[in-house]
């Protein structure tokens, strides 16, 4: 990644003129210096081949709902993770290191983008990078180029999701206001709001509750 785009600096419509970095002052030396170094210029690839980033780049944008810029740079973060041999300490028994299965699993995402639709994974349309996306998910515990599809598909999203609410900019999207120490809460409880943290803008729009409470 060459450039960098112009920081998200608030919480948008849902928690609007919402920057968790502006709690920065309330944050210990280190824990600021960490965060911080998160809205910075993103890290040399050095894990990820050419051909591995662009194909991570695409799954990463279609996982995690990113289609326009400014997107939190998730490619980055998980190639520094993997760079670094930072992994969750474990693995499944059926599949291989993580190194490796991210290795196999993005040239697999390609061999078969190439098959249904004549192209690179990253290079195919969205709607053709989400069915194929669907398909693996589908497959459940059934066998994708020989590892279990359900497996690969934990891989992906464990990635990617600790990458993306690693950042800042996601944490402007939730409402969260970074860490609590060495400041701390002092009003406990549901929908007890500290000073510096901004209501939900659309607090009936919540995908879970209206899945599992209808109105």
């Not at 992994?87 to 290795?103: I, L, V």
């Not at 993005?106 to 669907?134: I, K, V």
């Not at 999701?161 to 809460?185: D, K, L, M, Q, V």
Request: glycine share 6%; proline share 8%.
């Amino acid at each position: 990644m060459s450039t960098f785009p112009l920081p998200r600096s608030d919480g948008g419509a849902r928690f609007p003129g919402f920057d968790a970095a502006s709690q920065v002052k309330h944050w210990d030396t280190a824990t600021a210096s960490v965060v911080m170094a998160r809205l910075g210029r993103p890290q040399d690839i050095r894990f990820f081949t050419p051909a591995q980033e662009a194909a991570a780049g695409a799954l990463f944008n279609q996982l995690l709902d990113q289609h326009r810029e400014p997107r939190v740079p998730v490619v980055s973060i998980v190639d520094a993770r993997l760079a670094a041999q930072q992994t969750d300490g474990w693995h499944y028994e059926d599949m291989p290191t993580d190194a490796q299965a991210w290795a196999r699993t993005l040239a697999a995402l390609d061999e078969d983008a190439g098959l249904r639709c004549g192209t690179l994974f990253a290079t195919a349309s969205l709607n053709e990078q989400a069915r194929l996306l669907q398909s693996i998910q589908n497959l459940g515990k059934d066998m994708w180029h020989g590892m279990p599809a359900q497996q690969v598909w934990s891989l992906w999203t464990r990635y990617a999701c600790t990458a993306f609410y690693s950042h800042p900019w996601a944490w402007n999207e939730i409402g969260f206001a970074g860490p609590a120490y060495p400041r701390g809460y002092k009003n406990m409880g549901v929908d007890a709001l500290e000073p510096f943290e901004v209501p939900d803008a659309n607090p009936g729009d919540d995908p879970i509750r209206t899945k599992a409470e209808p109105s």
